[in-house]
């Protein structure tokens, strides 16, 4: 007897599904704009900072990018609880989110700085550009136009694996699509749906960051 697909209950679950869609959304983009600024922050120091910080970003990021994600979501949501430190399934997966992918930029931005010609130090100084002037406008910029397209992937790939974050009953897309499967008991169709959505989410995140380096950087080509 063969298996027969029904998608006759979808009108009726859309809205979880939307709902789910719209935090995934936030996740990615509050997750994407601090995790960014935070890994610029520990590229800096790795690069230009000052000698006593380096040895502490390169702990945190070694740390980060040598454990799984959801031992470090479960870590921030069950085990910080016992210091004091209450949040709730969403602030939890937000702050993993930006931990996890603030170290994994930290690298990509600092491969950037590192491929700065020296010369460029010194044309800042030559300007009477302050250090910060200098990092931001002579160092960071160039260096973020040569790492966007590796930069657009991993946030692609840290909203993908936002998935994850419905271990702690954070209300993302999987988590709806997991409730869903559980009354309908449509398991196939439900994550023929979800697996949709989450390829769709891919492809426009992808065009917009590509949009994103566009605008930020006008000389270099879409990345595709």
Not at 26 to 42: D, E, F, I, K, S
Not at 162 to 182: C, G, H, K, P, T
């Amino acid at each position: 007897m063969g298996y027969q697909l029904n998608f006759a209950w979808l009108p009726q679950y859309w809205p979880a599904l939307l709902e789910g869609v719209g935090i995934t959304a936030y996740l990615t983009v509050v997750g994407a704009v601090l995790g960014c600024l935070l890994g610029v922050l520990c590229a800096w120091t790795r690069a230009l900072g000052p000698l006593w910080a380096r040895p502490f970003v390169v702990g945190y990021v070694e740390l980060i990018r040598n454990t799984p994600f959801m031992i470090q979501l479960f870590f921030i949501f069950y085990g910080l609880p016992s210091l004091g430190v209450q949040m709730d399934a969403l602030q939890a997966a937000t702050l993993a989110m930006v931990v996890n992918l603030g170290a994994y930029s930290c690298e990509i931005i600092r491969a950037g700085i590192q491929a700065t010609p020296r010369g460029q130090f010194e044309a800042g100084a030559s300007l009477a550009m302050t250090p910060i002037q200098t990092f931001i406008h002579v160092i960071l910029i160039p260096a973020l136009q040569r790492i966007w397209p590796a930069l657009s992937s991993q946030i692609v790939i840290v909203m993908l694996g936002s998935a994850v974050v419905s271990q702690i009953a954070a209300e993302d897309l999987s988590y709806a699509a997991n409730f869903i499967q559980s009354r309908n008991f449509r398991a196939f169709e439900t994550y023929i749906v979800s697996t949709l959505i989450y390829l769709m989410l891919s492809i426009v995140l992808r065009q917009i960051l590509s949009g994103v380096g566009m605008a930020l950087f006008p000389k270099r080509k879409a990345v595709r």
